[in-house]
């Protein structure tokens, strides 16, 4: 008899689990083409046009309303708004409306999952897209670097911040992205390390990682190819 009313007791739970497995399984039918879509983005392997971001954006509402607390998918639903607007400068009105959209997924993805680097990385971006360097915006950038300190994706984002926005930067900040940039461009991978020398030299701040890195012998290489 007890043993009868165990396994009714269980056939709701039993239920609920599969609906959730269910659910789940779907949501990852619509974000997972999604986010590869993104990642060959980020990488340059693909453009997307203003058609193909309303597109992305779809499915991933779509996966959100199964599995609404997936942190990979809120991430890159905030990707999905604001990447259509990449390009435009900081505090650019027509993309003010997205990027704020963005920012309320990045807080979400935040909250889900705390230790994943590059949602604090692009969180702080936003934020100084949007003009907001105030507390939340330094704890993103910091705590970013913080979690994934050899991270490429991170290094190249906060580095770009700091260099971006230097002018007004303190002196510990402007320590903390001379210190991003010199982990950059001694990463192991030398492909990285050279997109980082490249972003250095655009913002003409090479003269001053070639001094500083006068014992790095792959920087001061590529320091002296552009003496020449």
Partial sequence: MISRLIALLLIPCLLYLAWMAGSRGL???YSRPVINEIRDWQEGKRTLALKDW???QADLGKALALDPNNPDTNHFMAIALEGQYAELPPEAVKAGSARRAALDFYRKAVRLRPVWPYTWIDLALVKYRLGELDEEFYTAWHRGVELGPWEPGVQRVAAEIGLHGWIDL???DRAFTLEVIKKGVSHSDAVHALAML???RSYRFLELICLIM???A???EYCRRQQK
């Fill in 218 to 220: 792959f920087v001061q």
């Fill in 54 to 56: 309303g597109r992305l």
């Fill in 214 to 216: 006068d014992s790095d």
């Fill in 27 to 29: 949501a990852d039918v």
């Fill in 198 to 200: 490249e972003q250095t």
């Fill in 170 to 172: 303190t002196k510990d």
